[in-house]
């Protein structure tokens, strides 16, 4: 039975290819699309996460704009990583793919209440549409299967030297999620970082010769750019269909059992995930932390993924 998944995003190059990982591989089925502000304003990224459902035929399933700014705090975009529209590189006609009336935290409790079986979260952006959603609506972590986020890290951070981007973009909002006692499993940077787009995983994304092919080619290219300019990394990671992975097949993700905390008043360590596998602080375990990738099923699961949204897309002429 395919797992039903919501996926809350701020497209974002890794949010188009987590979009396309969830939509086309069967052992998920994709409810909706939420998104908040996070690597672009919430305009860019509703628009973004339209044009990816547009070029990749992924109709039917809703796309609803959340928050476009965090719980506390100034509003932080990543157009160093992911460029002005959040989303540089491809071309990307006008997108076909509406967006629903409703807000994106009334339509995931609507999707918790109508839904015949507890649902995954899938969040791969700044936490603030889920924290709200748990707040306002309480009741409805009981109806939630599990959240298997992207973002945090065992180590070192990626917009400060502590910190991850989509925890540092709202960190009471993390600190919301992580204390919200809903089954958690985080896929943070130590990991993420084995999901290397190399020039191998370039050409096998070339030799698809499609249209989405070339799209995602030109996305990871792009990413591959400011990647290299920002960090020196030789080829760039692309983190969040990490999390849909292990949604698929925990086979592809390792976690282990810790306790997370989020630092919320650190001098310099605000927006740091506090990883504690070995039960130092003696807190309780809160999450399942991702340590390890097998890179050769998760980047075949995303090329048979993206073939056979090209597939579909050809069948429907
Ligand atoms: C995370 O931040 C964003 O820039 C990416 O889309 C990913 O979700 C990595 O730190
Ligand atoms: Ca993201």
């Not at 890794?14 to 998920?28: C, S, T």
């Not at 509703?46 to 700014?69: E, F, H, Q, Y």
């Not at 979260?121 to 707040?135: D, G, Q, Y």
Request: aromatic share 4%.
């Amino acid at each position: 039975m395919a797992v039903p998944i919501i996926i809350d995003c701020d497209p974002g190059h890794d949010d188009a290819l987590a979009i396309m990982l969830a939509a086309g591989d069967p052992a998920v089925d994709l409810l909706a699309i939420t998104t908040v502000a996070g690597n672009q304003t919430l305009e860019k990224t509703t628009l973004n996460a339209r044009r990816v459902c547009t070029v990749a035929g992924i109709a039917g399933v809703p796309v609803a704009a959340g928050c476009d700014r965090p719980l506390r705090g100034p509003q932080l975009v990543a157009a160093d990583v992911h460029g002005e529209s959040g989303l540089d590189g491809p071309e990307f006609p006008e997108p076909t793919v509406p967006v629903a009336a409703e807000h994106a935290v009334d339509l995931i409790h609507r999707i918790l209440a109508e839904h015949p079986e507890p649902v995954t979260l899938v969040p791969t952006a700044p936490l603030t549409n889920i924290a709200l959603l748990l707040t306002r609506y309480p009741e409805d972590a009981a109806r939630i299967r599990e959240i298997v986020l992207m973002g945090g890290s065992t180590e070192r951070g990626n917009r400060t030297p502590a910190a991850e981007f989509n925890i540092y973009a709202d960190p009471e909002a993390a600190d919301i999620v992580f204390r919200s006692g809903v089954p958690i499993t985080m896929c943070g940077l130590n990991v993420t970082h084995q999901a290397l787009a190399t020039p191998g995983v370039l050409a096998r994304f070339a030799a698809l010769d499609s249209e989405l092919g070339r799209i995602c080619h030109a996305l990871m290219t792009f990413f591959a750019s400011t990647y290299r300019e920002l960090w020196g990394f030789e080829s760039p990671p692309v983190h969040d269909p990490v999390a849909v992975a292990r949604v698929l097949d925990p086979k592809i993700v390792r976690c282990v059992d810790a306790n997370v905390v989020v630092e919320l008043h650190g001098e310099y360590t605000r927006g740091a995930t506090v990883v504690d596998p070995h039960g130092y602080l003696d807190r309780p375990v809160n999450a399942q932390v991702a340590v390890a990738l097998d890179q050769e099923l998760f980047w075949s699961r995303l090329l048979d993924a993206v073939t056979a949204l090209g597939a579909r897309r050809g069948a429907a002429g």
